[in-house]
T-cell receptor, first 114, second 115 residues
Framework: SQTIHQWPATLVQPVGSPLSLECTVE??????LYWYRQAAGRGLQLLFY??????ISSEVPQNLSASRPQDRQFILSSKKLLLSDSGFYLC?????????????FGPGTRLTVL | AQSVAQPEDQVNVAEGNPLTVKCTYS??????LFWYVQYPNRGLQFLLK??????LVKGSYGFEAEFNKSQTSFHLKKPSALVSDSALYFC?????????????FGRGTSLIVHP
């Protein structure tokens, strides 16, 4: 089966502190991976996506960064958190190029920046 | 460019009544269309998709959706709503071509089913 793990589940951090959120995927190779942020329980904002190891594309300018050190690991980071970084962060896996499959989402990380 | 519109922020329906959550889209070529559901503090779960073929697609939990090419719509429906259907619903569209295959999501519609 294909499973997406996200760690931690919840996080409370002070403004200006660093951030590292981890996403790991099981049961598939060379997936497209995505980081989304959801604010106030509504729409999804695509932050980053990756089509392979070391390949990161950024969708919006921000103080966040992403890395993909291994095929099935996707990390979201920040050197200094802002209040506006609070939200629900979702990692998702998409199919390979040409795949017609839907995305699979992880359970999410709730980040509160105080 | 591709886009999705979910014109209703919230839909209220009584338990046992039929429900419809609306979605319209814009994309070049034939679309891939998806519906997802999100329960509080959870990730999105896939409900159903239209890729090709029959315009009426059936999915999980008794939901179905009808693809209407002329109206560029993909409305989600269920004949008889349950209180447990209360959740946030997202429509998404993706073009079959393009290097990253990134879907575009609507803003979501909150479905509230009243007992």
């Amino acid at each position: 089966s294909q499973t997406i793990h996200q760690w931690p589940a919840t996080l409370v951090q002070p403004v200006g502190s660093p951030l590292s959120l981890e996403c790991t995927v099981e049961g598939t190779s060379n997936p497209n991976l995505y980081w989304y942020r959801q604010a106030a329980g509504r729409g999804l904002q695509l932050l980053f996506y990756s089509v392979g190891i070391g390949q990161i594309s950024s969708e919006v300018p921000q103080n966040l960064s992403a890395s993909r050190p291994q095929d099935r690991q996707f990390i979201l980071s920040s050197k200094k958190l802002l209040l506006s970084d609070s939200g629900f962060y979702l990692c998702a896996r998409g199919g390979l190029a040409g795949d017609i499959h839907e995305q699979f989402f992880g359970p999410g990380t709730r980040l509160t920046v105080l | 460019a591709q886009s999705v519109a979910q014109p209703e922020d919230q839909v209220n329906v009584a338990e046992g009544n039929p429900l419809t959550v609306k979605c319209t889209y814009s994309v070049s070529g034939n679309p891939y269309l998806f519906w997802y559901v999100q329960y509080p503090n959870r990730g999105l779960q896939f409900l159903l998709k239209y890729i090709t073929g029959d315009n009426l697609v059936k999915g999980s939990y008794g939901f179905e959706a009808e693809f209407n090419k002329s109206q560029t719509s993909f409305h989600l429906k269920k004949p008889s709503a349950l209180v447990s259907d209360s959740a946030l619903y997202f429509c998404a569209v993706r073009s079959p071509s393009g290097g990253s295959y990134i879907p575009t999501f609507g803003r979501g519609t909150s479905l509230i089913v009243h007992p």
